[in-house]
């Protein structure tokens, strides 16, 4: 019986150490990138096709006690077919994805070698 209940208190444990998933298009990281960029003028609120919103986690590294800093690539679809796309960086917990404030790092241009 000590066994199972170790086992069990063992995987509970392991469940709690999962990343936080905070990549959802209206998460705390992508709204507020929105937020930043119609307030700065680089896009406009009836623009952006919310509905085409991308967001990728690059990566999450826990930084404390179920506190995790994440990275996203964030790209907004507009109606006219122009995308922006930004980098947010934020602190997220098991309990919310706004563990603090989220910075914006918007790219301008992105280079590619698609024959490779």
């Not at 960029?37 to 009836?46: A, F, G």
């Not at 991308?54 to 995308?83: C, P, W």
């Not at 790092?105 to 280079?111: H, P």
């Amino acid at each position: 019986m000590k066994f199972i209940s170790g086992f069990f208190l063992a995987f509970s444990s392991l469940s709690f150490a999962v990343s936080p998933k905070c990549d959802a298009p209206t998460s705390w990281a992508p709204s507020m990138a929105y937020v930043y960029l119609t307030n700065h003028n680089v896009i406009k609120k009836d623009e952006v096709d919310h509905s085409k919103t991308v967001v990728n986690r690059m990566a999450s590294e826990k930084i404390g006690n179920d506190i995790y800093r994440q990275i996203h690539h964030v790209s907004f679809k507009l109606k006219t077919g122009k995308v922006v796309e930004v980098i947010t960086s934020n602190d997220a917990s098991s309990e919310e994805c706004s563990q603090g404030t989220v910075d914006v790092f918007l790219i301008s241009t992105t280079y590619s070698d698609h024959s490779a």
